[in-house]
Every structure is written in structure tokens, then in C-alpha cells.
């Protein structure tokens, strides 16, 4: 038996004899539409002509590491050099489970139709809506994003991205205070003290230490010359390798962050201890940031998702602000997955919100609690929602799952999720970064090139191709009913 603290809550792990609840009774539980989702089928490997395409970008994480060498021999990928483990592990096992053929759902069983029966039958859901939700998007390219957004607006539907359960607090912190960013580049170059705030890049973005704090900078010898500081609720797998680590108590950063303002500002802090942290502790890191030539806070969701959310990302935001009085200090958001940036960016040109974004009025707005997509799915607000490229089957609370049993779902994705057993139509597509080109974001805000290195399965199309038939269908219907 094993016991945790996890704040003032102690926890503990014990060993168990009940079986392992299995996959159909999962899907029962949560009131799926079909209880048995379809074996993945695995794209057939030909052995053949050997290539080596340069400069791949990794379609994983936010990290997009653009500089993999992937070597094919016929359609089979059979080395990944300069990808991290997960980075290897999607590219050699790119053709497994695959959905292959477009599906609709007829009582209880999903039946294999074709691209144009599931393109009409999408568009006579979406049409038929009052209003639908369209989420996912920050696993595909953002010319995917235009045309989902360029979707909902036609729909006068919601439009939203998982920034709604990650990093929408720093958006939303930027748009009352502004923000100090900077580029994987100036830190390689530039920064002398690194401080990683409820991040964890080892299990997290696995190349991120290696390709920007190891290497030396034009102005920067490297790892001996740049300090790292960790502040986290519990001593990480990083904390063990920085030269100072800082234990904050769970959901207290805030009051650390005011604290290190007053401190910068001469203030006396008249508490011993500040969530956790001794006094002392507080003056020796807001010297060491006041000190520091080139300083960057790289934060993770232990900041933006710690009780009181954009509050703290506001306050970061401020400290960063007052230490640009006495040096240069910017932020990195350590984002997720890999064009998570990128969805917010498209949103943000296109309708001028990041995220959570509703037509319903003919105009774009946003209210977080209210038409974030986890809102309108618990409060039964949407009758349709389309999903691209995501399974919030798999991370969103039961409440809003469940509301997915009751409206129809349109489900477009490369390969079988938990999402696609409360699907009415499913709609395979090519992976984005492997089988589709595109664009994306990386998380300190530059586009990288996705390149495609091989073809889509016969029939399956790019997402975004998908997308562009079912507008045209959207607009034809309309028309029609007109
Ligand atoms: S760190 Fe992220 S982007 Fe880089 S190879 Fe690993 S998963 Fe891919």
C-alpha cells in the first residue's frame, strides 16, 4: 500500500482483485450508440523503392521538431532518426488501425457506405441542425481550421478547440494584460536562466531540452551557462537535473508569483512562508530573475489549469512586465499537441476569438462557460457536433459525453476512438504531417511547413478536402431549402 499527499489530501494506492472493466462495458457505461467498435484495419505494407525524405516535421507535439529524416522503402516507414520515442512510434506504426471506409451508423451497427453517401448524409445532419458544434482541430493543418470555421459560420454553429481545457487561460490573460513571448531561437541564443513552471518537457515534449537548452546559443555556452529553475507542486524527473528546484502547494502559484512582484518591487513580504515557499526562498529567485541577462518562464498547465486559471496566467504575465524594467524576460506556453497554436491562430485572424467561438447571431462571439464546447455539450445547448481529428469521448467529463449519445455525430479521423462508437457517420481521412501537407503552429507561435511523405490510403481524402465537399454540400441543400 502506498501513500500520497496531495495537498492536504492524503490518497492511497492499493492493489486489486476486480477485473479490468472492459472496453464494450466502458462503452455502456457511457451510453454509446454502437457497443463494439469495428477491428482497425491496417493499411497493406509493400516493400519498394527506398526514399529519405529530409526535414520532416513531427506531427505529435507542439514541439513540431522539423528536422526528422524518415526513411520509407515502398510505403512501409521503417526509420525515424531525430524523433523522440512517441515520434518513432507514430511514424513506424502509421498504417494500424485505420479507418479505411466511410461508415454510417443504422441502429446499433455501423455499416461501410460510400464518400458520397457520408458527405450527403453529414451535410442533411448539419443542415438540419438549429445549432450545431464543430470541436477538434489542433491535430490537422490550419487550412483545415479555415474551413471548419468557414462551416460553423455558415451554420451559425460553434466552432471551438481544445484550447478550452489547456492553455485558453493564457488567451485569455493576453487579452486583459498583454504578454512578453519569445522563439525557440532567441532562447537557444539569448537565455541565460530558464525557469519551467508546472511544466515537465522530459515526459511531455521530449526533444524540447536537448534542441533548446543543451545546445550553445551565439551569445550562450550552453547548458553550464544557462540556469534552470523548476517550480512545481511535486519534484519531477526535470527538478532533479536544475540547479534550483522550488516546491509551490498545489493551486498557490498565484500567491508565489505576487509575492516574487512584491519582492521585485522592494516590498516587504510579511508572512514566513508563501504557499509553501519560505520568504527567503522568494527574494533569492526574484534576484536571481532580476539578474538574469535573457530570462524565460516556460509554463504548462500547472498554471493555466490550477483552480483559479487565467487569474494566474495574468499575474505571470505582469511579473514578466515588472522584470522588463530591469532586464529582458519573456514567456513560452508549453502548448500540447502539435498545431494546438495554430487552431487558436486561424480562430483569432478569422473571427477575431481564439477559441470557443459561436455564430449563432450571424457574428462571431465568445463566452467561456458558455460556449465552450465542454459547456454546450453538458448544458445540451448543440443538436449536431462534428469532430475532426479528435476523441473528447476519451478526455471530456461524462456529462458531456453522454449529451453525444443523444444529438448526431459526425466523426472525421484517421484512424478508430472511443468518439467514433457515438458516431452517425464517420468519414476516414489521411494523417496530417504523414499522408496530407499542410501548415502549423508551433508553440512559440512559428508556421512550420507539414510535409507529406506518403500517400492516403485509395479513397481516403485530406481532411481538409473533406471539408471544402461538405461546405459545397451545406451551401447546396440550403439553397435547395430555401
Ligand atoms: S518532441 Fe514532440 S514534436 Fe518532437 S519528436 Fe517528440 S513528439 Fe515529435
Redesign the pocket.
Known amino acids: 500500500m502506498e501513500f500520497h499527499h496531495l495537498g492536504t489530501k492524503k490518497i492511497f494506492v492499493d492493489t486489486t482483485t476486480e477485473p479490468v472493466t472492459s472496453l464494450e462495458e466502458i462503452l455502456r457505461i457511457l451510453s454509446a450508440k454502437v457497443l463494439q467498435i469495428p477491428h482497425g484495419t491496417d493499411i497493406p505494407l509493400k516493400s519498394g523503392e527506398k526514399r529519405i525524405i529530409e526535414n520532416v ?9 522539423d528536422y ?1 529524416k524518415i526513411e520509407i522503402t515502398g510505403n512501409r516507414i521503417v526509420r525515424n532518426i ?6 518513432v512510434s ?1 511514424f513506424l506504426n502509421y498504417h494500424k488501425d485505420r479507418i479505411l471506409k466511410p461508415y454510417i451508423r443504422i441502429n446499433d451497427k455501423l455499416v461501410e457506405v460510400s464518400l458520397e453517401e457520408a458527405l450527403d448524409k453529414a451535410a442533411d445532419i448539419l443542415v438540419n441542425a438549429k445549432y450545431p458544434l464543430i470541436y477538434g482541430l489542433s491535430i490537422t493543418s490550419v487550412k483545415t481550421d479555415e474551413y471548419a470555421i468557414q462551416l460553423a459560420e455558415l451554420l451559425r454553429g460553434a466552432v471551438d478547440n481544445p484550447s478550452t481545457f489547456c492553455h485558453g487561460p493564457t488567451s485569455l490573460a493576453v487579452q486583459e494584460v498583454g504578454g512578453v513571448f519569445t522563439t525557440f531561437s532567441d532562447v537557444i541564443n539569448l537565455a541565460d536562466l530558464v525557469i519551467f513552471w508546472g511544466s515537465d ?1 522530459i515526459n511531455s ?4 531540452l536537448s ?1 533548446n537548452i543543451v545546445p550553445k546559443g551565439r551569445f550562450i555556452g550552453g547548458r553550464k551557462d544557462r540556469k534552470i529553475v523548476v517550480i512545481d507542486i511535486r519534484r519531477t524527473e526535470l527538478a532533479n537535473m536544475a540547479d534550483l528546484f522550488i516546491q509551490v502547494k498545489p493551486g498557490r502559484d498565484v500567491e508565489l508569483i505576487t509575492a516574487l512582484r512584491m519582492a521585485l518591487h522592494d516590498l516587504d513580504i510579511e508572512v514566513d512562508n508563501v504557499a509553501g515557499v519560505p520568504r527567503d526562498m522568494v527574494y533569492k529567485l526574484a534576484d536571481m530573475m532580476a539578474s538574469a541577462k535573457y530570462g524565460v518562464i516556460m509554463y504548462g498547465l500547472g498554471i493555466t489549469e490550477n483552480g483559479v486559471k487565467h487569474r494566474s496566467v495574468e499575474e505571470l504575465m505582469k511579473l514578466v512586465q515588472d522584470l522588463n524594467e530591469y532586464t529582458k524576460f519573456a514567456v513560452m506556453p508549453m502548448r500540447g499537441h ?1 498545431n494546438v497554436v495554430g487552431s487558436n491562430e486561424a480562430s483569432l485572424w478569422l473571427t477575431g476569438y481564439p477559441y470557443a467561438v459561436d455564430f449563432a447571431r450571424g457574428f462571431s462571439r465568445m463566452y467561456v462557460g458558455v460556449t465552450t464546447a465542454m459547456d454546450l455539450l453538458i448544458n445540451g445547448d448543440v443538436d449536431a457536433a462534428l469532430i475532426v481529428g479528435h476523441d473528447p469521448v476519451a478526455s471530456f467529463p461524462r456529462k458531456a459525453v453522454q449529451h453525444l449519445s443523444r444529438i448526431p455525430v459526425i466523426v472525421i479521423d484517421p484512424k478508430w476512438s472511443l468518439t467514433t462508437a457515438f458516431a452517425d457517420v464517420i468519414i476516414p481521412s489521411g494523417m496530417t504531417g504523414i499522408e496530407c501537407e499542410g501548415s502549423a503552429y508551433r508553440m512559440d507561435k512559428i508556421p512550420i511547413r507539414m510535409k507529406k511523405i506518403l500517400d492516403p490510403p485509395p479513397g481516403v481524402l485530406c481532411d481538409y478536402e473533406i471539408l471544402k465537399l461538405l461546405i459545397d454540400r451545406v451551401i447546396n441543400k440550403k439553397v435547395g431549402k430555401a
Open positions: 516535421a513531427c506531427p505529435i507535439c507542439a514541439e513540431l521538431c526528422l531525430g524523433g523522440c520515442a512517441k515520434s507514430k518537457p515534449h521530449v526533444n524540447h534542441r502539435y
